[in-house]
């Protein structure tokens, strides 16, 4: 019940491209966090969401908290070569805890 | 935002010595921080929970003997590989809650290896 099944593991793509990615679970959450770590880094918080539907933005990138509340998705719109990294999805443990648990975190490349 | 630096950003050790890793809230008090650990083209993996003036709190199967934790004050935590291991070569990850903003902060992360 706390594993993240997020999809795909690694994407390759050209600049100017959209990038979408999923995250799934069997357990209802009430928050869905997306992070990005670039290469011997720490993670960076990119979008937090907090309630069903809930649809977000940050620039370029766009994310959705599912209706269901066990799923959530990330779009990047017109890639650039800076996107290049991990994105990994992130839910809290259990309610009033910010223990995190991660997904298995998709690696995107970027061809210029 | 909110700044969270680890030391030393990589360290390399010799089997069966003990190393230390700091991780230190720069602008903000963070009563609480976690430790991260995060293998090769792998998740990151929490350690366990660093509480400001109280015992450490480590998850399932994390040797709370090896991995010996500090939080001494309200912007220091460190974490204490003891007797290391090529085993416990890894990327270790720390995260600081700043409980204004409730969000959480993740340092630079520090590559031990250990030969």
């Known amino acids: 019940g706390q594993q993240l099944n997020q999809s795909p593991q690694s994407m390759f793509i050209q600049e100017g491209e959209d990038v979408s990615m999923n995250c799934t679970s069997s357990?209802?959450?009430?928050?869905w966090l997306w992070y990005k770590q670039d290469p011997g880094e720490g993670p960076v918080l990119l979008i937090a969401?907090?309630?069903?539907?809930e649809l977000t933005s940050n620039g370029r990138l766009t994310a959705q908290f599912g209706i269901t509340r066990k799923d959530s998705f990330l779009n990047i719109s017109a890639s650039i070569p800076s996107d290049v990294g991990i994105y990994f999805c992130?839910?809290?443990?259990?309610?009033?805890?910010?223990?995190?648990?991660f997904g298995q975190g998709t690696r995107l490349t970027i061809n210029p | 935002g909110a700044v969270v630096s680890q030391h030393p950003s990589w360290v390399i050790c010799k089997s069966g010595t003990s190393v230390k890793i700091e991780c230190r809230s720069l602008?903000?008090?963070?009563?609480?921080m976690f430790w991260y650990r995060q293998f090769p083209k792998q998740s990151l993996m929490l350690m366990a929970t660093?509480?400001?003036?109280?015992?450490?709190?480590?998850e399932q199967g994390v040797e709370k003997d090896k991995f010996l934790i500090n939080h001494a004050s309200l912007t220091l935590s460190t974490l204490t590989v003891t007797s290391a291991h090529p085993e416990d070569s890894s990327f270790y990850i720390c995260?600081?809650?700043?409980?204004?903003?409730?969000?959480?902060?993740f340092g630079p992360g520090t590559r031990l290896t250990v030969l």
């Open positions: 357990s209802i959450f009430n928050t």
């Open positions: 969401l907090y309630k069903a539907g």
């Open positions: 995260s600081a809650r700043d409980r204004g903003p409730d969000t959480q902060y």
């Open positions: 602008d903000f008090q963070a009563t609480t």
């Open positions: 992130a839910r809290a443990l259990g309610v009033g805890t910010q223990k995190l648990v």
């Open positions: 660093s509480n400001e003036g109280s015992k450490a709190t480590y």
